[in-house]
T-cell receptor, first 113, second 110 residues
């Protein structure tokens, strides 16, 4: 059974460029979460979708970040323009309900030069 | 403010040397405490969920326990393959987000 799928696994880009991260949740899960992990701040929630609708985006750092979930099997997190301080590992997680166990993908390691 | 604190930050054990990791939390109305294991370069892997004080869950050499203010992850006779970072998390008051601790990095040497 496939878990959460994320792409790309690694991304290196230059400051000012647009970055798009992709996520396919576990089939049948209706809640999707984007997290960011850094050494300084640990794992932090960026945004949470329920049934494809954004419910809580209070963790999105600023307007340069946006996330969409056009259907139940696909979500994107976009950073435009990217900055060096955005360098981190970005994880997508899904669950069968907003308070149920969250299952994480392998992450996208982003480096902005 | 909802908060999760894990200790110690790092723990080095010899193979077979049992120990415990601590997770203390402050949140109103606990909706679940989660333990995850994270290996380098990978995403967190779910281990346990605990919902009420006194609850215990076991998996191989790991046992998680919960009180009203903290949880412990007991590791009995660890092996080198247990080396990883162990993360603890609780739901925030609204139940819409997991709040993670910074983790305990466990190293087990043979």
């Amino acid at each position: 059974d496939a878990g959460v799928i994320q792409s790309p696994r690694h991304e290196v880009t230059e400051m000012g460029q647009e970055v798009t991260l992709r996520c396919k949740p576990i089939s049948g899960h209706n809640s999707l979460f984007w997290y960011r992990q850094t050494m300084m701040r640990g794992l932090e929630l960026l945004i949470y979708f329920n049934n494809n609708v954004p419910i809580d985006d209070s963790g999105m750092p600023e307007d340069r970040f946006s996330a969409k979930m056009p259907n139940a099997s696909f979500s994107t997190l976009k950073i435009q323009p990217s900055e060096p301080r955005d360098s981190a590992v970005y994880f997508c997680a899904s669950s069968s309900g907003y308070q149920e166990t969250q299952y994480f993908g392998p992450g996208t390691r982003l480096l902005v030069l | 403010e909802d908060q999760v604190t894990q200790s110690p930050e790092a723990l080095r054990l010899q193979e077979g040397e049992s120990s415990s990791l601590n997770c203390s939390y402050t949140v109103s109305g606990l909706r679940g405490l989660f333990w995850y294991r994270q290996d380098p370069g990978k995403g967190p892997e779910f281990l346990f969920t605990l919902y009420s004080a006194g609850e215990e869950k076991e998996k191989e050499r790991l046992k998680a326990t919960l009180t009203k203010k903290e949880s412990f992850l007991h590791i009995t006779a660890p092996k080198p393959e247990d080396s990883a970072t162990y993360l603890c998390a609780v739901h925030n008051q609204a139940g819409t987000a997991l709040i993670f601790g910074k983790g305990t990095t466990l190293s087990v040497s043979s």
